[in-house]
């Protein structure tokens, strides 16, 4: 079993960053991947960003690129989303998940912190 704990949501206006943490604990220790998902009112749940574990691979949405960064503390067993020039449609609830063997497929998912742009 893993625990994730995101923080750092909140309001911002339209242009503005915020910084989204997740820290993992529990069974981390087999943890290949951890991603970003945002799910906005009324919509599905939409990828953001992953990152694998070990090495340096990033994944983003199309919609993000340029815009954020994902990275991660090994030691702390956290990640973070960096989030710049936001806008009015990064408006949701963001989730962070952990995968044993994918960055696609996740098996543990924390309870999302809200992001509110204001325009």
């Known amino acids: 079993q893993v625990q994730l704990v995101e923080s750092g949501g909140g309001l911002v206006q339209a242009g503005g960053s915020l910084r989204l943490s997740c820290a993992a604990s529990?069974?981390?220790?087999?943890?290949?991947?951890m991603g970003w998902f945002r799910q906005a009112p009324g919509k599905a749940r939409e990828f953001v960003a992953a990152i694998r574990w070990s090495g340096s691979s990033t994944y983003y949405a199309d919609s993000v690129k340029g815009r954020f960064t994902i990275s991660r503390d090994n030691a702390k067993n956290t990640v973070y989303l960096q989030m710049n020039s936001l806008k009015s449609e990064d408006t949701a609830v963001y989730y962070c998940?952990?995968?044993?063997?994918?960055?696609?497929?996740?098996?543990?998912w924390g309870q999302g912190t809200q992001v509110t742009v204001s325009s």
């Open positions: 998940a952990t995968s044993y063997d994918s960055t696609v497929r996740y098996d543990y």
């Open positions: 529990g069974r981390t220790f087999s943890t290949y991947a």
